[in-house]
């Protein structure tokens, strides 16, 4: 384990709340309809909102001075102050208890669950899960358990499976150019520098590219699911498990429709699975 983290201290944070309100408006419906370029009728005032709406919604708006260098807020707040610096979206486990509409005031409790290490192949890994829950007017809409993962800077690159992913029954190609994952970052209010700045992203956290974010990745790979399954999926979980840059093609992967279940993948071409995700239907 790095010197540098005190587990005990950090586990600290483990129990730690926040709260956050927003209200759905029509402009951001309308935003999140054009960046991902859905189908259909962009929702109106009281319509049904495409899900994984849910990450542009209650996000942090810390103060220009009190952001880190890496352009999130800086650590020690309610995230646990982990002194490894390179952060990363590791993945989400999302069940959808109901829809959110637009003009819903969405409330946000958020909690800190666990805190763990573990020695990866690129080095010291530290795990933080957090528990989400949205409600509206006191009723539960969705549970999301996000885990983070950070890195120390030296650490190897991340080990890239040699095995290319499948192609799936499905798929569908994306560019993930800077314009669509700039949209996306002002979507999210996400000031990671990771995904816009590129002298920051190749020259001090080493990505040979900006770097497709794990929710960006997420909400089309469960919109393919929705096409696929005919509605949205009632739960979506997935796992980025190495990364996607602007500069290659990303292709969205559906696979065989099972028992309520699909399972989904994104992929460079030729390249490993990058995100790997699974969708159900009760
Ligand atoms: C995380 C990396 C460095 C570990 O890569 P590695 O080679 O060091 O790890 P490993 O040796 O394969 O695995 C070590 C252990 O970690 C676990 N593990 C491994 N991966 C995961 C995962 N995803 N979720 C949960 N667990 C994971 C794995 O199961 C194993 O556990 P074990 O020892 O108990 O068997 C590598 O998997 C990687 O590079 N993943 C891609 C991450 C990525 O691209 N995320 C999206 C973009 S960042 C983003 O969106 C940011 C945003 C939106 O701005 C934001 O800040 O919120």
């Known amino acids: 384990m790095s010197e540098l983290l005190n587990l005990a201290e950090l586990q600290g944070w483990i129990g730690a709340e926040e709260t956050a309100q927003d209200v759905l408006t029509a402009a951001l419906a309308e935003r999140f309809h054009a960046t991902l370029s859905l189908d259909g009728e962009v929702a109106k005032l009281g319509d049904v909102v495409p899900r994984l709406i849910h990450f542009c919604l209650c996000q942090p708006a810390a103060p220009m001075n009190a952001l880190g260098e890496d352009g999130h807020p800086a650590r020690g707040g309610f995230l646990p102050p982990v002194p490894l610096p390179r952060r990363m979206w590791a993945g989400s486990d999302i069940t959808f208890h109901g829809d959110l509409r637009v003009g ?29 829950s949205f409600t509206v007017n006191g009723q539960l809409r969705i549970e999301d358990r996000q885990s983070i993962v950070y890195r120390a800077l030296q650490s190897a690159p991340a080990a890239v499976s040699p095995t290319a992913a499948p192609v799936g029954e499905t798929v569908s190609g994306v560019d993930p150019s800077p314009t669509l994952l700039f949209r996306y970052s002002a979507l999210t209010f996400n000031g990671h520098r990771i995904h816009y700045d590129a002298p920051y992203a190749t020259g001090v956290e080493g990505y040979p590219g900006l770097v497709v974010h794990g929710p960006l990745q997420a909400t089309l790979l469960l919109h393919l699911a929705a096409r696929v399954g005919r509605r949205p999926p009632d739960a979506f979980r997935f796992r980025s498990l190495s990364t996607l840059y602007d500069h290659e093609e990303m292709f969205l992967n559906a696979g065989t429709l099972q028992n309520g279940t699909l399972p989904l993948w994104t992929a460079r071409a030729g390249g490993p699975v990058a995100m790997q995700a699974e969708a159900s239907w009760q």
Do not use: M, N, P, Y
């Open 104 to 132: 819903d005031a969405v409330q946000r409790l958020s909690r800190i669950a666990d805190v763990i290490v573990k020695e990866g192949k690129s080095g010291t890994l530290c795990f933080v899960t957090v528990d989400h």
